[in-house]
DNA sequence: CTACGTGCAAAGTGTTTGCAGCTCC
DNA sequence: GGAGCTGCAAACACTTTGCACGTAG
C-alpha cells in the first residue's frame, strides 16, 4: 500500500523535525528509498539511483548525510556485506546476514539463532557480541553442492 | 628465537618457489614482518612501515601484490576488524575475532566456540560459515561496566 | 530570519593497475 | 634470457568535507 508508506516516511520525517532537524524533499526520497526496498540490502549507490528517479537534482553527498541523520536517529543501520560498499536498511528488520563469498547470495537469518553464542561469549569473554555490522561470509547451499571453492573472494556475474 | 623466524622465512619462499614464483628482498621482508608480530592484526600500513624499516625502497604496491600472492599460496588470510583497512596475518593462527567498537580491543576466541552454531546454520539454512574473515563487533567487558559512550578512541595502553 | 540542509567539486582513504625496467632462477 | 617482480604514478571505488547559497520552520 503506497498510502501506509508514506504515512511511515512522515512518521519519520517527524522524529526528524522533533529532533531538531529539517524534512526535506531529499530526506523524504531517501526514506522512501528504504521503505520501497524492505527485503533488499541497497548500497548508497542504490539508493542515490532511487532518491533520484524522484529528485533528480539530489547530490551524493546529500544522500549520505540524510543517512547519517536517519543513523543518529537510529532509523537506519548500515552493514557490510563484502569489500564493496555498505548497504543500508531500516531498523527493525534486524537480522544476521550470511554472504556467500562464491555467488554472492545473501541468506538473512534471524538474530535469534545466535542467541545462544551471544550468551556464551557474553559470559566466557565479557564480550557483549552485536552481530550485525558484519555479515558473515560463507558458502551457500547451491555453492557448496559445486566443487570446492577456489578463493575466498567472488561477486555475482 | 631469531633462527626459527629464519627458517620460517626460507621455507614459506620455498613454498612460493615450488609454485613458480621468485624468492625477491620484499617478498622476504613482508613474510618476516607478519611472523615477527604473530599476536598483532597488521594492517597494510603497519606492513609497509615494517618491509620498510629493512627494505626502505619497496613500493606499496609491491606489498600488496606480496600479500596477495601469499593468500594464494594459502600462507596468509586478511580479515576485516572494522571500517577502516584490513588486516594481515599468517594462517594458522586462525581465530574469530571480537572488536570492541567503543575502545577498539580485540578479544580472540578460538574457532571451536563457533562449532554448534556453524552446524545449526548448515542444517537449517544450508550455509557453511567462514567467521573468520569478517570480525564481530560488540563491547568489551571494560567499556560494558563503564557508561554508553566514552567517545575517546584508540589503543589500550 | 537564521540554523540547518543542499549542490558541487575537491579531497581523503585504502587499494589496484599500467607500464617500462630489473632480477631471479 | 625470459617469466616474474618491481617502483612509480595514476586510477580506482567509496565516502567525507568545505563552502556559498538556499530553504524549512
Redesign the interface.
Known amino acids: 500500500m503506497v498510502d501506509a508508506t508514506e504515512e511511515r516516511v512522515s512518521s519519520i520525517l517527524g522524529q526528524i523535525r522533533s529532533n531538531g532537524g529539517r524534512a526535506t524533499a531529499a530526506r523524504r526520497a531517501t526514506i522512501t528509498a528504504l521503505l520501497e526496498a524492505p527485503r533488499n540490502h541497497l548500497s548508497s549507490e542504490d539508493i542515490i539511483r532511487k532518491v533520484r528517479s524522484q529528485q533528480p537534482e539530489v547530490a551524493e553527498s546529500t544522500v549520505y548525510r540524510a543517512l547519517a541523520a536517519l543513523e543518529d536517529l537510529g532509523v537506519v543501520e548500515h552493514v ?1 556485506l563484502g569489500h564493496g560498499p555498505s548497504t543500508y536498511h531500516l531498523t527493525g528488520q534486524a537480522h544476521q546476514h ?1 554472504v ?2 562464491l555467488c554472492g547470495k545473501v ?1 538473512e ?1 534471524p538474530d535469534s ?2 542467541a ?2 551471544a550468551e ?2 557474553s559470559a ?8 550485525r ?9 547451491q555453492c ?1 553442492s559445486r566443487r570446492p571453492a577456489p ?2 573472494e567472488g561477486a555475482p556475474g
Open positions: 557490510h550470511l556467500c563469498g541468506v537469518v539463532e545466535f545462544g553464542i556464551r561469549l566466557g569473554y565479557g564480550f557483549e557480541i552485536d552481530l555490522h558484519f555479515a558473515i561470509l560463507g558458502r551457500c547451499h557448496r578463493s575466498t
